[in-house]
């Protein structure tokens, strides 16, 4: 189990310094742009134009493919399996197999959603590889966001992993106490993760009340506005480019409709 | 509350009732007036923008209305909520269950802390998961957003009470899930699911004559109604399990006695007048709570919202 929960990745390139909120702006644009648009090659050149370049710029293209294939390739199998073989609307049929029959329209449909979704989980990789969790929050609490809420994002942020770590113990204690977790039918299974979960939620919800004491104690919710400590650095320039970003996905799904795209 | 911000710019009503009507308009937009785009053409056509736009919008409207005049109290209770939706969804794959299990803490709250509290729970919990570890759990948010306020309706009407209308709130509640997310595995993701098994359940329901929309909220509904039913029989054991001072401390449970019928003896009586008289200052004993003696009242009796009804209760059992 991952002991933290960001992807990012440490550098010094002019994608890592850009205000974490165009970088938003950016991912959904390019998922707007793929979504709107129904153009089966579309997507495939919003990734490889605009995100396969960001990557590689962001000296990350390593890590940008692993974590591209690996979240993509099983979801890839299984879409082309469903809507390959079991295409429910009428369509040319280009094999029969028995009940099964494969479609040019079910092909074709599957590799739209394919191309679709790969354009939007791209598009965040790239975010999250280069922006610090912290950073993200901070630029996000600049913008506009309630504090509220961003305390709770980057509280579970940082709560997952030590739940994690707390998780892979009480397991390590019931099977030192015999608790066998490689065997058995469904409800076996589903028996096991009292011992499990018990331990685990017990302990973490007698923590709240606590912390919340802390906090009260500390002005959190006040109306006042906190001032910040970290100021996330941000420009005109990328300002408009933010809008403008907005503007051109919004602009191509208008063309595409017009007939012109 | 203490910390209730003096001036907004728009009422939490205003944000919450938009959020709904959103999501609403684009949910009787993908299912009723089904865009005829599924059939032939390249792909799904504008169904898909309109389903992650529409939802996403409507989400977001939620968390923002619901969070702005929350408690510090509940404040501090959503981290740990979602890290157990996201954790029991983790321990549910390594475990090799064909279930979700990810929204005991969406229930969790909505039990504790009512309906918009649940929601808005449900909804980041997904928007945070999107964007640490999978990206494509953030269209379903909708879903959970439902899920959290549901759970919160149900512990307001009663059903957490006790064990078997607590297991029926979970399957309702399962039924209305698959339905609310029928249209986001269809039209975002193709009905295909990350669960090999859960995908095959999709092609057996198109082999069988059904649309992928069709497939996909078939598919829900034979997983859905196990999966909440269990959210809600856990969460209902672990907040039993806990000291009652800690379900005490939320006004939503406490005045709606979510959990253990309140027994009509003259100390719960006494003390019912008492949190209504001054709800927010002290929370109820817990002490006294549980071994408060029960003779008198019976499990099925109505919790004394005020002191009259639970007078009554107890002269009903006596006779």
Same mark, same amino acid.
């Given at each position: 189990m991952s002991q933290t929960l960001s992807f990012y990745q440490d550098g010094t390139t002019w994608?890592?310094?850009?205000?974490?909120?165009?970088?938003?702006?950016?991912?959904?644009?390019?998922?707007?742009?793929?979504?709107?648009?129904?153009?089966?090659?579309?997507?495939?050149?919003?990734?490889?134009?605009?995100?396969?370049?960001?990557?590689?710029?962001?000296?990350?293209?390593?890590?940008?493919?692993?974590?591209?294939?690996g979240f993509f390739a099983p979801f890839l199998v299984i879409l082309f399996l469903l809507q390959g073989l079991t295409y429910p609307e009428p369509g040319t049929v280009l094999v029969e197999l028995g009940p099964l029959a494969v479609k040019t329209e079910g092909l074709v449909f599957a590799g739209t959603t394919a191309l679709r979704l790969l354009v939007m989980v791209s598009a965040f990789i790239v975010l999250l590889l280069t922006t610090h969790p912290g950073t993200l929050m901070s630029a996000m609490q600049q913008a506009g966001l309630p504090p509220k809420i961003a305390y709770v994002i980057s509280a579970t942020m940082q709560i997952i992993p030590s739940f994690q770590a707390r998780a892979g113990a009480i397991m390590q204690a019931q099977q030192a106490r015999g608790l066998d977790l490689g065997s058995g039918g469904a409800l076996t299974r589903a028996r096991r993760l009292v011992p499990l979960m018990g331990p685990l939620l017990l302990g973490a919800l007698t923590d709240v009340e606590n912390r919340s004491i802390a906090m009260e104690s500390r002005a959190f919710g006040s109306p006042q506005r906190p001032t910040a400590f970290t100021i996330v650095p941000d420009s005109a320039a990328q300002r408009a480019a933010r809008w403008a970003m907005i503007l051109l996905a919004v602009l191509a799904i208008a063309l595409h409709t017009l007939g012109v795209l | 509350?203490?910390?209730?911000?003096?001036?907004?710019?728009?009422?939490?009503?205003?944000?919450?009732?938009?959020?709904?009507?959103?999501? #609403?308009?684009?949910?009787?937009?993908?299912?009723?007036?089904?865009?005829?785009?599924?059939?032939?053409?390249?792909?799904?056509?504008?169904?898909?923008? #309109?389903?992650?736009?529409?939802?996403?919008?409507?989400?977001?409207?939620?968390?923002?209305?619901?969070?702005? $005049?929350?408690?510090?109290?509940?404040?501090?209770?959503?981290?740990?909520?979602?890290? #157990?939706?996201?954790?029991?969804?983790?321990?549910?794959?390594?475990?090799?269950?064909?279930?979700?299990?990810?929204?005991?803490?969406?229930?969790?709250?909505?039990?504790?802390?009512?309906?918009?509290?649940?929601?808005?729970?449900?909804?980041?919990?997904?928007?945070?998961?999107?964007?640490?570890?999978?990206?494509?759990?953030?269209?379903?948010?909708?879903?959970?957003?439902?899920?959290?306020?549901?759970?919160?309706?149900?512990?307001?009407?009663?059903?957490?009470?006790?064990?078997?209308?607590?297991?029926?709130?979970?399957?309702?509640?399962?039924?209305?899930?698959?339905?609310?997310?029928?249209?986001?595995?269809?039209?975002?993701?193709?009905?295909?699911?990350?669960?090999?098994?859960?995908?095959?359940?999709?092609?057996?329901?198109?082999?069988?004559?059904?649309?992928?929309?069709?497939?996909?909220?078939?598919?829900?509904?034979?997983?859905?109604?196990?999966?909440?039913?269990?959210?809600?029989?856990?969460?209902?054991?672990?907040?039993?399990?806990?000291?009652?001072?800690?379900?005490?401390?939320?006004?939503?449970? $406490?005045?709606?006695?979510?959990?253990?019928?309140?027994?009509?003896?003259?100390?719960?009586?006494?003390?019912?007048?008492?949190?209504?008289?001054? $709800?927010?200052?002290a929370p109820v004993p817990a002490s006294i709570a549980a071994t408060a003696p029960t003779a008198a009242g019976t499990d099925g009796a109505a919790p004394g919202t005020t002191g009259t009804t639970a007078a009554k209760d107890e002269e009903g059992g006596r006779s």
């Open positions: 994608i890592h310094r850009l205000n974490p909120v165009t970088k938003l702006a950016f991912v959904a644009a390019v998922t707007i742009a793929a979504f709107g648009v129904d153009n089966l090659w579309w997507p495939a050149l919003l990734f490889l134009l605009l995100e396969v370049p960001a990557a590689v710029l962001a000296g990350v293209a390593k890590r940008f493919v692993k974590l591209v294939l | 509350m203490s910390n209730m911000p003096t001036t907004r710019r728009y009422p939490p009503w205003m944000l919450i009732t938009a959020g709904s009507a959103v999501i #609403i308009a684009t949910y009787l937009y993908l299912v009723v007036w089904q865009p005829e785009s599924l059939v032939g053409g390249a792909g799904v056509g504008p169904a898909a923008l #309109i389903a992650l736009v529409g939802y996403l919008i409507g989400s977001g409207l939620i968390i923002a209305g619901a969070m702005a $005049r929350m408690p510090t109290s509940t404040v501090t209770l959503l981290p740990i909520a979602i890290a #157990i939706n996201i954790v029991a969804g983790q321990i549910n794959n390594m475990v090799g269950l064909p279930l979700y299990l990810d929204s005991i803490g969406t229930v969790l709250v909505g039990l504790l802390a009512g309906p918009a509290a649940g929601a808005a729970t449900g909804a980041l919990s997904n928007v945070i998961w999107g964007i640490s570890i999978s990206p494509a759990s953030l269209p379903y948010s909708t879903t959970q957003v439902v899920i959290g306020l549901l759970a919160g309706l149900f512990a307001r009407w009663g059903w957490t009470r006790r064990v078997p209308t607590a297991v029926a709130a979970g399957v309702a509640t399962g039924v209305v899930a698959a339905f609310v997310s029928g249209p986001i595995s269809a039209f975002i993701f193709g009905g295909a699911n990350a669960s090999a098994g859960r995908s095959a359940i999709v092609a057996v329901f198109q082999t069988l004559g059904l649309d992928t929309l069709g497939a996909s909220i078939a598919q829900g509904l034979t997983v859905d109604p196990l999966d909440k039913s269990i959210a809600f029989l856990v969460a209902v054991i672990i907040l039993r399990a806990l000291p009652s001072r800690f379900s005490q401390r939320f006004p939503f449970a $406490r005045e709606n006695s979510v959990f253990a019928p309140r027994s009509a003896s003259v100390l719960a009586r006494a003390r019912t007048v008492d949190v209504l008289d001054d $709800r927010d200052r």
